[in-house]
Every structure is written in structure tokens, then in C-alpha cells.
């Protein structure tokens, strides 16, 4: 798909499992939108950690365009956590950070939202509260982590399970290949 007809007053999430290019996917449509001169009415909430193990990383827009990014320092829990309760602190951590970027957002709303990573907000987050973010713009490029590359945990089935929920809510997926 590439043009933004595919896009555009859409909510569109692609999915995938680790270093599959989900990443580079979102990157690829943001720069279609700001092709097509769209960058004032983009915002990007860049919910991803840095790279850790070789997997995560922001999604690092172009310099120089008029494009809302927001985006804070991202833990990786599953990556980082020392058992599964400081991993859960971790990811309570995060969710807090991530809805520090949500209040900035509300005050500098954008009509096209591309979201990096969305995952990490749900380990933790407010689904409700997610999808309220999602309900003030027209469109919607989101980016999530479905996959098996992490093993079973109350995390992982709590982020699977909300991951679900939006993939319902969504008019496209785009699922990225191992």
C-alpha cells in the first residue's frame, strides 16, 4: 500500500512478533504521510524503549517537519525486570511515564496519530484511557508487539489480551512475517 488512500480516516494497527520490522513499517507510512505534505497534522507517540538485546528502538522520525513527537524514557520491562513483581513495577512505571506523553497530546491534538509500540503502554495502562487518546484524531497508524518471542507471564497475557482488544477496534491489520 503506497499511497495514504489506504490510510487515511482509518485506524490501521500492524502486529507482529519481535525484529520483524514493525518499526520500519509505521516509518514507511509516516513518510507516505509527509509525502503527500501532512507533517502539521501529524503526532507520534513513540512508546518504545531504546534498543535492548537488540530488540525495541524509536522509530527516529525526519528531521526538520513540523510533526508533533512525543515520546519519554521507556523501560523494558520483560528485558530488564529482575523476577515478575519488579518486572510489574516496571511496567507501572512506564504507564505512568506514557500518560505524562497523553496529556501533552490532549493539549496539542493532531488529526493523524501514529502510535510506536503500543504494547508497552498496555503491559500496564488504562485500555479505556488509550482508546479516548484514539477517539480525538481521524486517523490512526499503531504499531503492537504479537508474537511468541517472550515467554508466558501475567504481563504477556495482560498485553496479548488488550493487543486483541484494539485489533477488534481497528479497520486494518497489517501482519508483519517472521
Not at 524509536?58 to 523501560?75: A, N, Q, R, V
Request: proline share 3%; aromatic share 8%.
Amino acid at each position: 500500500m503506497d499511497n495514504i488512500d489506504h490510510y487515511m480516516n482509518l485506524r490501521t494497527i500492524i502486529v507482529g512478533d519481535v525484529n520483524v520490522g514493525k518499526t520500519s513499517q509505521t516509518l514507511s507510512i509516516l513518510k507516505l504521510f509527509l509525502k503527500a505534505g501532512h507533517a502539521g497534522k501529524i503526532a507520534i507517540l513513540d512508546l518504545a524503549p531504546g534498543n535492548i538485546q537488540g530488540i525495541g528502538g524509536k522509530m527516529k522520525p525526519p528531521l526538520g517537519e513540523p510533526l508533533l513527537y512525543l515520546t519519554t524514557s521507556i523501560l523494558a520491562p520483560r528485558l530488564t525486570g529482575k523476577n515478575e513483581d519488579h518486572t510489574l513495577k516496571l511496567a507501572e512505571k512506564n504507564a505512568t511515564a506514557i500518560e505524562k506523553l497523553f496529556t501533552k497530546f490532549y493539549r496539542q491534538k493532531r488529526e493523524i496519530l501514529f502510535v510506536n509500540d503500543v504494547t508497552l503502554y498496555f503491559q500496564a495502562g488504562d485500555f479505556e484511557r488509550f482508546t479516548k487518546i484514539l477517539d480525538i484524531t481521524s486517523t490512526h497508524i499503531i504499531n503492537a508487539y504479537y508474537g511468541h518471542a517472550f515467554s508466558d507471564s501475567e504481563l504477556t497475557r495482560r498485553e496479548k489480551k488488550l493487543t486483541e482488544a484494539l485489533m477488534k477496534q481497528c479497520d486494518q491489520i497489517i501482519e508483519m512475517p517472521l
